[in-house]
């Protein structure tokens, strides 16, 4: 009888073999029993990456509770989809970012696909979005 799901076909799917450096169990109580699998080829872009800025991970989150200028520009960094200035600096391989002389604020982004964002001087952050911020510490 044939398949009526041939998406689900597993006889045409390839087994991916495991070694002990690529996959690791893991079994806690509570939990159920899993396999992880560890990604060698993240572990190898990483170290080809320069510079002391492209090992900088977040260590903690928090949400921000009322208006500052960081907020601010964390805000329109968030909304560019990026982390923090940290982030952006990394992907777009940037020295410094656009900002507006008398504010401080950030004046330019652009997105992961290219796309520009355009900021005004004044605050754009309403008081009903600041506790979206998220404050990344590291």
């Known amino acids: 009888m044939e398949n ?5 076909d597993t006889k045409s799917v390839p087994c991916a073999s495991f070694s002990s450096e690529e996959a690791h169990l893991t079994d806690e109580p509570g939990m159920s ?8 080829e993240d572990n ?3 170290s080809d990456i320069s510079g002391a800025s492209a090992d900088m991970k977040p260590k903690s989150i928090r949400r921000a509770k009322t208006w500052s200028d960081e907020v601010e ?4 960094f968030q909304q560019a989809g990026y982390r923090d ?3 952006y600096k990394q992907v777009k391989h940037v020295a410094a970012v ?5 504010t401080g604020f950030v004046k330019k982004l652009q997105r992961r ?7 005004d001087k004044e605050r754009e952050c309403a008081d009903k979005e600041v506790h ?4 990344y510490a590291y």
């Open 4 to 8: 009526p799901f041939g998406f689900m």
């Open 33 to 40: 029993f899993s396999r992880e699998t560890v990604c060698l």
């Open 44 to 46: 190898k872009l990483s």
């Open 73 to 76: 520009n964390l805000y329109r």
């Open 85 to 87: 200035e940290i982030e």
């Open 98 to 102: 656009e900002r507006w002389p008398e």
């Open 113 to 119: 696909d290219n796309t520009f964002y355009y900021y």
């Open 132 to 135: 979206k911020v998220k404050v």
